[in-house]
């Protein structure tokens, strides 16, 4: 049942405790006569006789009309109440909707609230929307313009507890110890909700010292996400020096404050069938290096008297892994902005807003190549368009992580980009692709970077993400003073990805997204 403003506690009493029965009608004997009904679909019949407008595609065909249906098509519809006033529980549920939500409700929001109040009073009786997933059911209710929903995720109130409709096969995890939250949208002060159990379809939440109203659905967006400590695995092979491996293990065990576990790294056994680690450490002949996942090194040699050292390494090696790593797959904004890497013709110094841009291979990495000029080598000179396709103005940050552990914001530090609108990298200027310093320039040399692009519906400081090359300098550290002034989930995600320390908490939560687009740069080989 519901409460406060706006309740009607007669039609909520008898949602809650009348007997309920199976809606029936007695079928029609034959099709309603044309002239019986409304013009309009006086016409729709017509043209559905003549074989409708075939031009029109099957998307478009299917999206002429929306269906709010009380059950599914599987399922009986139930009604309640007394024998001479008896409602469909859904009509009851719908005209509550109405009712509250206003003349400004779509047709969606309208169908989760009414589904709401079926699902808490009656099993097996689900409303359905179609068509689900047009534009078309994003129109106010019997008529308007189009409103997408605020967000993606939907917190409703559902026979006792709270629950969002995202679940594990949306993304969303929650192993024991990790904190996975979603913050009502765009609200300030932030309102939280952490998530307590996850199923397959939805997810259950438990509200943070807040009370929600049982008969209203909140647009929530994704707050927090754990940002799990990459595996490592340490020796384990015949030819590693077992006092070494014993060392780099025990400084491991004392890298975080005050003496605790680094909380960047998680040691794993080396012998795990199950899991892969993402990093290990080899010991052989007493000295340590860094290797990847495929067995590739990462670092130089070093010694058992640089444990710490090498422990340093594989910290910011980490905190490279997780700012790449980031992620919200339940977000609206998804693929919402396009990174697109246009190649700059001879004498060009300006981006041009419609060229089309390379296409990524079948590997999915875009390929860039030196040109020969003479006895050298010229790096490949481009573009970088950021696109937002979206209907709304997106603030942006593009990160360029470099295959030397480097992350920096220097392409695109922040900018909102208008809708239908491109921003560009370096203020439209020219991007040079080249090799790092130290590697040389020569036929089959190659370098990787991956383009980070982060959105988000409000702004938010990019120097959190900045991380210099492995071995050369240290992540910018937090301060008391700096940390104060972030704010927005984005900043929080950030923050923790450097430091893993706590932060203030967001003072609104907006809507955010992540996408990587990895560039190739490859010197050719001479024919």
Same mark, same amino acid.
């Given at each position: ?366 390929? !860039? #190549?030196?040109?020969? /000029? ?5 790096? *490949?000179?481009?573009? %970088?368009?950021? +696109? &937002? ?11 360029? !992580? #470099?295959?030397?552990? /480097? ?5 695109? *530090?922040?900018?909102? %980009?208008?809708? +239908? &609108? ?106």
């Amino acid at each position: 049942t519901r409460t406060g403003p706006g309740a009607d506690p007669q039609t909520d009493e008898v949602i809650r405790i009348a007997p309920v029965a199976p809606r029936w009608a007695e079928p029609a004997p034959r099709p309603p006569a044309l002239e019986s009904l409304l013009p309009e679909l006086v016409g729709a019949t017509n043209d559905a006789a003549l074989g409708g407008n075939r031009d029109v595609g099957p998307d478009q065909a299917d999206a002429d009309h929306v269906a709010l249906t009380a059950c599914r098509d599987d399922q009986q519809a139930y009604e309640t109440g007394p024998w001479n006033r008896r409602n469909g529980i859904f009509t009851l549920g719908l005209l509550d909707a109405i009712e509250r939500l206003g003349p400004g409700a779509t047709y969606r929001e309208l169908m989760v609230a009414a589904r709401c109040a079926v699902e808490n009073a009656r099993d097996r009786q689900v409303p359905t929307l179609y068509p689900a997933d047009h534009d078309i059911v994003d129109q106010p209710f019997l008529g308007g313009v189009s409103r997408a929903p605020a967000s993606a995720l939907v917190m409703r109130y559902k026979r006792g507890s709270w629950e969002i409709n995202a679940g594990s096969i949306h993304g969303i995890e929650a192993a024991a110890g990790e904190d996975v939250r979603v913050a009502v949208h765009l609200e300030s002060p932030v309102r939280e909700a952490r998530v307590t159990r996850v199923r397959t379809e939805l997810s259950v939440v438990e509200p943070l010292g807040w009370t929600p109203d049982t008969g209203r659905q909140y647009d929530v967006v994704l707050s927090r996400v754990p940002m799990p400590a990459v595996t490592v695995a340490v020796g384990g092979t015949s030819r590693d020096d077992p006092e070494t491996a014993r060392a780099v293990i025990d400084a491991l065990r004392s890298a975080g404050p005050d003496g605790s576990p680094s909380p960047h790294l998680r040691l794993v056994p080396l012998d795990d069938p199950e899991k892969t680690p993402d990093l290990r450490v080899s010991t052989d002949g007493c000295r340590i290096r860094v290797h990847s996942f495929d067995g590739g090194p990462l670092t130089d040699d070093l010694t058992r008297a640089d444990v710490h050292t090498a422990v340093a390494r594989l910290e910011h090696i980490a905190r490279w892994r997780t700012i790449r790593n980031l992620a919200n797959r339940v977000s609206r904004l998804a693929g919402a902005v396009k990174i697109e890497v246009v190649v700059a013709e001879p004498g060009e110094i300006s981006a041009p807003r419609d060229r089309a841009p390379a296409k990524p291979g079948d590997d999915g990495a875009v390929l !860039l #190549t030196y040109a020969r /000029a003479g006895d050298g080598w010229v790096p *490949p000179m481009v573009f %970088i368009r950021l +696109r &937002n396709t979206s209907d709304r103005p997106l603030y942006c940050v593009l990160l360029d !992580l #470099t295959d030397r552990h /480097a992350v920096h914001p220097h392409l695109f *530090p922040g900018r909102i %980009i208008a809708p +239908r &609108n491109c921003g560009v990298a370096f203020d439209g200027g020219l991007v040079a692709f080249q090799l790092p310093e130290d590697r040389a320039v020569e036929p089959g040399a190659e370098t990787r970077d991956y383009l980070q692009l982060l959105v988000s519906e409000e702004e938010f400081p990019a120097t959190s993400f900045h991380l210099g090359a492995l071995g050369t300098q240290r992540a910018v550290e937090r301060s008391p003073s700096r940390s104060g002034s972030f704010t927005g989930i984005l900043d929080q995600l950030g923050m923790t990805a450097l430091h893993r320390e706590a932060v203030r908490p967001p003072a609104a939560a907006p809507d955010w997204a992540s996408s990587v687009l990895t560039v190739r740069t490859r010197v050719p080989e001479i024919s």
